[in-house]
């Protein structure tokens, strides 16, 4: 099988290793991935291909502006949400060219429409945000969310 599924709780191991390997100083905590597991399962995918894992989708409702803060726990999700946030896409060097990034980009934003959102942000990091501007994503301000090279990025849902 390839393509995206629901993450399983058992799959937290194997998204942390993933992260490690493709955020470099952005990376999380294993208990990081699992409270957004918990918290809120409807947004949180991974990519597999003939039964490996080969990267990772973890997205949720949250307030505009405040980008959830690094390797931190967040406790729940806000009542006064006000976007849905795309926290976290990792994929493998091998699934340059398969399509799976803007697979994940579409599950993403059906969740946000499914959960009534208009807007969905995201803190493009390492660089990352020349893939975003080509999904239809633009900076919503000068000041970097999580410091150095990061930006804060939004898009409309239905466009």
């Known amino acids: 099988m390839t393509g995206w599924r629901p993450m399983r709780v058992e799959d937290i191991a194997v998204v942390a290793s993933i992260s490690d390997a493709v955020h470099g100083a952005y990376t999380e905590w294993a208990a990081i991935y699992a409270e957004r597991l918990m918290l809120y399962p409807a947004g949180c995918f991974l990519f597999e291909r003939d039964g490996g894992a080969l990267g990772y989708l973890i997205s949720h409702p949250w307030r505009s502006g405040h980008p959830p ?91």
């Open 69 to 159: 803060a690094l390797n931190r726990p967040i406790g729940a999700i806000p009542a006064e949400a006000d976007l849905y946030y795309l926290h976290d896409l990792a994929l493998a060097r091998e699934t340059r060219g398969t399509g799976a990034a803007q697979a994940a980009v579409r599950i993403a934003l059906e969740r946000a429409q499914v959960a009534g959102f208009a807007r969905i942000g995201l803190t493009a990091v390492n660089g990352a945000d020349g893939f975003w501007r080509q999904q239809g994503f633009q900076p919503v301000c000068d000041a970097p969310a999580y410091g150095g090279d990061s930006l804060a990025m939004e898009r409309l849902v239905g466009t």
